[in-house]
């Protein structure tokens, strides 16, 4: 069965480094997603990416973080310089059509932030 | 704007006992889709079932059924003699399709312990 697949599947950052979290969606999706979850909180929309730009982002996604798929298959959000607050677990999705009715979830990338 | 409650946070059971968890939506589109996620421990996503909200038939998978109803905005899901393997958070979402939203909005999660 295809898979959304991230690495690292647990990474720490010093404060105020770059990280570049890497997600592999499935081959044939068009719509690609980043969704984020503070520990015991809930998952929160970050952006939402199709063909080569971003369609949709939220709040959180403010000028420390960008999306971009260098190569044709990986999807990567960058965090330019990281927080504290940025600790969490991070879900990468893809879907074949815009409405997310059959996204599927990585098993995410949990993001220490030290 | 749109608002997903799951007012349980936490549920506790005894192996075998049925559950329900609710959830109650509240969106202004007519149109728009309601999810079930499964997390269990190892923190992956679990896909467990769709609808659209002009579909309210109930639907029944193995032990798992969801009860969708519109009139009380609510899309309530029920576990069946549950099974230690169901311990895990599970989480409703919305997703409107009517404002060209293409992103789902969770619910703060329903943790159920499932006691042997």
């Known amino acids: 069965e295809p898979e959304v697949t991230q690495t690292p599947s647990h990474q720490v950052t010093q404060m105020g480094q770059e990280v570049i979290l890497r997600c592999v969606p499935i081959?044939?999706?068009?719509?690609f997603y980043w969704y984020r979850q503070i520990l015991g909180q809930k998952v929160e929309f970050l952006v939402s990416?199709?063909?080569?730009?971003?369609?949709?982002k939220s709040e959180i996604f403010d000028d420390q973080f960008s999306v971009e798929r260098p190569d044709g298959s990986n999807f990567t959000l960058k965090i330019r310089s990281t927080k504290l607050e940025d600790s969490a677990m991070y879900f990468c999705?893809?879907?074949?059509?815009?409405?997310?009715?059959?996204?599927?979830f990585g098993q995410g990338t949990r993001l220490t932030v030290v | 704007a749109q608002k997903v409650t799951q007012a349980q946070t936490e549920i506790s059971v005894v192996e075998k006992e049925d559950v329900t968890l609710d959830c109650v939506y509240e969106?202004?589109?007519?149109?728009?889709?309601l999810f079930w996620y499964k997390q269990p421990p190892s923190g992956e996503l679990v896909f467990l079932i769709r609808?659209?909200?002009?579909?309210?038939q109930n639907e029944i998978s193995g032990r798992y059924s969801w009860n969708f109803q519109k009139s009380t905005s609510s899309f309530n899901f029920t576990i069946t003699a549950s099974q230690v393997v169901d311990s895990a958070v599970y989480f409703c979402?919305?997703?409107?399709?009517?404002?060209?939203?293409?992103?789902?909005?969770f619910g703060t999660g329903t943790r159920l312990t499932v006691i042997p």
């Open positions: 999705a893809s879907s074949l059509d815009r409405r997310i009715t059959e996204a599927f």
């Open positions: 081959s044939n999706h068009l719509y």
């Open positions: 990416f199709y063909n080569n730009e971003i369609s949709e």
């Open positions: 969106t202004r589109d007519t149109t728009y889709y």
């Open positions: 609808r659209n909200s002009f579909d309210e």
């Open positions: 979402a919305l997703s409107e399709r009517g404002a060209g939203a293409n992103n789902l909005f």
